[in-house]
């Protein structure tokens, strides 16, 4: 299907840059030293997994079971499920695991959850494999780092019938704060140190460590070392998004996923036209703002090249409406009404959330269509 036939709005891929990104940060792990845990709560597809992790024994990452279900049904048998997970869920994760070949490894920060889990895996007769989060500075979740609390969380699963402890991860999920390359090293040797540091006392202390998993996008590529992880969690770099290039970590150019739209109106009195990618078509996200304020809800590019249209943005949004402020008349001339804009998005994983499907797109055909896995 020719670009200008398809029915708007859409998500499109372009799965050369989506290469490009899986090389980039294939190659920055292997300088590091650590396996790659691909994070695949963004893209819910697995069509990208199968870029992203061709090797299906090898690791990846997911937020929801629905997502470890459908990967683990495509043959991928290493899933870390990088949420903290409930006892309510241990019966979806026992299904997965008894269906599937794969080991699905969940997390937990308290001793209250490995307690209410190994009662629930006993009525299920079922055995599940954790790994205990340390929260090394978003506090968010996680026990601190080399703590009494860390030791009593290993001890609870040490005790526990129907669950082991199987290492550590740590999430620098507040590097998206920081545009500064050096700040962002800095907060990335926190979070090793904080991983490692735990790792090491659980060893020293008997229990068992074989996972030190640290990640977030920012921290991985400017990571000085890794020295005492095993693997490196990174996601929104498959994608990449305005947000992030607000922050120097991609150039334009990297970004993979964009949402095709069509002007469906002028508005002459307001300077501003309209398109038919609003707030579900887009989000509501604007985290690039805060060191890009001219980002907005998203850059208006052309359809063809992706080159932004002379600093046009959607500046406002409602439910199916995005509005493009305009600086003169001519505008509506350059974009009448039915012609077709493609809008990079200020946070891919929030305006991926809203479709069912990415329609890949090569030389402005869609060639293509790659279903996503939405819902929990």
């Not at 780092?145 to 030791?151: D, F, G, I, N, Q």
């Not at 508005?267 to 609003?278: P, Q």
Request: a negative charge; one cysteine or more.
């Amino acid at each position: 299907m020719k670009l200008d036939d398809a029915e708007t709005p859409r998500l499109l891929l372009d799965t050369e840059r989506l290469q490009q990104n899986i090389d980039m940060m294939a190659a920055r792990c292997a300088d590091l030293g650590v396996t790659l845990r691909p994070h695949l709560k963004t893209p819910k597809s697995l069509k990208v997994a199968e870029q992203a992790v061709p090797d299906k024994a090898s690791p990846l990452t997911v937020s929801t079971l629905k997502e470890a279900e459908a990967f683990a049904a495509g043959g991928h048998t290493n899933i870390l499920c990088a949420a903290a997970t409930a006892p309510t869920k241990l019966a979806h994760a026992d299904r997965i695991q008894c269906t599937t070949n794969a080991w699905v490894i969940l997390v937990t920060d308290s001793v209250a959850l490995v307690e209410a889990a190994d009662a629930k895996a006993g009525e299920l007769g079922a055995s599940f494999d954790f790994l205990i989060e340390v929260d090394c500075g978003e506090h968010r979740s996680g026990v601190k780092p080399a703590s009494e609390e860390l030791l009593q969380v290993a001890e609870a699963l040490k005790a526990a019938s129907h669950l082991r402890l199987v290492g550590v991860m740590s999430h620098a999920g507040h590097s998206y704060a920081l545009d500064d390359p050096e700040q962002i090293a800095d907060l990335a040797e926190v979070e090793r140190a904080a991983a490692a540091d735990s790792a090491s006392m659980l060893r020293e202390a008997g229990y068992d460590c074989e996972i030190v998993s640290i990640g977030s996008t920012p921290t991985v590529l400017h990571a000085r070392h890794l020295e005492g992880v095993t693997e490196a969690r990174a996601g929104v770099y498959l994608f990449w998004d305005l947000a992030q290039y607000s922050r120097k970590m991609c150039r334009l150019d990297d970004i993979a996923v964009t949402v095709l739209a069509t002007v469906i109106g002028h508005n002459r009195e307001g300077k501003s036209i309209i398109i038919d990618a609003g707030a579900l078509a887009l989000s509501k996200d604007i985290s690039a703002n805060t060191f890009a304020p001219h980002v907005q809800y998203g850059f208006v590019c052309d359809v063809d090249t992706l080159e932004q249209f002379d600093g046009l943005s959607v500046s406002e949004v409602h439910q199916e409406h995005g509005t493009v402020f305009v600086p003169d008349e001519s505008w509506f001339d350059r974009l009448p009404i039915g012609s077709q804009v493609r809008v990079l998005p200020n946070h891919t994983c929030m305006t991926c959330a809203a479709y069912d499907a990415y329609d890949v797109v090569q030389g402005g055909e869609i060639v293509e269509t790659w279903p996503r896995v939405n819902g929990w």
